[in-house]
């Protein structure tokens, strides 16, 4: 988010009669892994009494690790969260959530007591009915997969886990840069995006962007790994987001061996197919 387009886009909008009611920043990009500038996007929200919403969904639970805890500064002003605890949380898919500042917002807007429901009698008990806090009605009990592993990971092992796989991502963003035929494109959170470039290459961007989207589609299909992809710079990208405490060091050199070697096939048959 460039917060300074962000500001005079909201101005601009005001002054054409329209009325901005949200910003929603980003907590670890999906592409790339960035965080926003929380801090002042939420500043911005303050001056212009905007909604705050902030997409954590992959990169939220890195907060928790103390080194890198002030990329997440202002996080705590947001008036809402989208987390995924299927994602960097480890727990099964799917486990979507979202964590909001005043929970009576969402109780205003949902809830409803149509005759037939005979949920909040019990005298002197408060009771929690889930179903007022958001769309769906009859619900499966997703919350006891993410209880569950917070108690057996707890904050200790998050921080210890989540940092290993930080770790994971820069060693491959490492062999990237110093393999001829790889280029290191960005490095953040657990997220390196890198492209395959052939030895002594002369072609220009078309050409490498169509190699590096066939190469994806090979290696998805390989069964051998499983990486996804992303547009940076208008470079098409092979992208490795490590969100698996089972990843390993041998696995990473693993990745780079396996890109080369697939890599170099790809453009063998790239090539030929030009001429
Ligand atoms: C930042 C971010 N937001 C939202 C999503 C969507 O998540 P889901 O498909 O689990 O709903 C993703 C998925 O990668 C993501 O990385």
Same mark, same amino acid.
């Given at each position: 988010?460039?917060?300074?387009? +962000?500001?005079?886009?909201?101005?601009?909008?005001?002054?054409?009669?329209?009325?901005?009611?949200?910003?929603?920043?980003?907590? @670890?990009?999906?592409?790339? @892994?960035?965080?926003?500038?929380?801090? @002042?996007?939420?500043?911005?929200?303050?001056?212009?009494?905007?909604?705050?919403?902030?997409? #954590? %969904?992959? @990169?939220?639970? %890195?907060?928790?690790?103390?080194?890198?805890?002030? +990329?997440?500064?202002?996080?705590?002003?947001?008036?809402?969260?989208?987390?995924?605890?299927?994602?960097?949380?480890?727990?099964? =898919?799917? %486990? #979507?959530?979202?964590?909001?500042?005043?929970?009576?917002?969402?109780?205003?807007?949902?809830?409803?007591?149509?005759?037939?429901?005979?949920?909040?009698?019990?005298?002197?008990?408060?009771?929690?009915?889930?179903?007022?806090?958001?769309?769906?009605?009859?619900? #499966?009990?997703?919350?006891?997969?993410?209880?569950?592993?917070?108690?057996?990971?707890?904050?200790?092992?998050?921080?210890? +886990?989540?940092?290993?796989?930080?770790?994971?991502?820069?060693? +491959? $963003?490492?062999?990237?840069?110093?393999?001829?035929?790889?280029?290191?494109?960005?490095?953040?959170?657990?997220?390196?995006?890198?492209?395959?470039?052939?030895?002594?290459?002369?072609?220009?961007?078309?050409?490498?962007?169509? =190699?590096?989207?066939?190469?994806?589609?090979?290696?998805?299909?390989? #069964?051998?790994?499983?990486?996804?992809? %992303?547009?940076?710079?208008?470079?098409?990208?092979?992208?490795?987001?490590?969100?698996? $405490?089972?990843?390993?060091?041998?696995?990473?050199?693993?990745?780079?061996?396996?890109?080369?070697?697939?890599?170099?096939?790809?453009?063998?048959?790239?090539?030929?197919?030009?001429?």
């Amino acid at each position: 988010m460039n917060n300074k387009v +962000l500001e005079e886009t909201i101005k601009k909008d005001i002054e054409n009669g329209l009325q901005p009611i949200m910003v929603i920043g980003t907590a @670890g990009d999906v592409s790339t @892994g960035v965080v926003d500038n929380l801090k @002042g996007i939420s500043t911005i929200c303050k001056a212009f009494d905007l909604w705050f919403h902030i997409d #954590g %969904a992959y @990169g939220v639970p %890195a907060a928790v690790i103390p080194n890198i805890k002030n +990329l997440f500064d202002g996080l705590s002003e947001a008036d809402s969260i989208a987390l995924d605890p299927h994602k960097w949380l480890y727990c099964p =898919l799917e %486990a #979507g959530c979202t964590l909001v500042k005043n929970p009576q917002y969402l109780i205003d807007t949902f809830s409803s007591h149509p005759e037939y429901y005979n949920f909040t009698k019990t005298e002197g008990e408060t009771v929690q009915n889930y179903y007022e806090f958001g769309m769906q009605n009859s619900r #499966g009990f997703r919350a006891l997969k993410v209880w569950l592993t917070l108690q057996q990971v707890g904050r200790n092992g998050y921080q210890k +886990l989540i940092s290993e796989d930080i770790e994971l991502s820069e060693i +491959l $963003f490492d062999l990237a840069k110093k393999h001829p035929e790889l280029k290191a494109v960005s490095q953040n959170l657990s997220i390196t995006t890198f492209r395959y470039i052939p030895l002594n290459h002369k072609e220009g961007s078309d050409y490498l962007n169509k =190699l590096n989207e066939e190469l994806l589609n090979e290696l998805q299909t390989s #069964g051998e790994l499983f990486i996804s992809n %992303a547009m940076v710079n208008e470079m098409y990208c092979l992208r490795a987001c490590i969100v698996n $405490f089972r990843t390993s060091k041998k696995d990473i050199k693993e990745i780079a061996e396996i890109i080369i070697r697939e890599g170099r096939k790809a453009h063998s048959k790239l090539s030929k197919q030009k001429i």
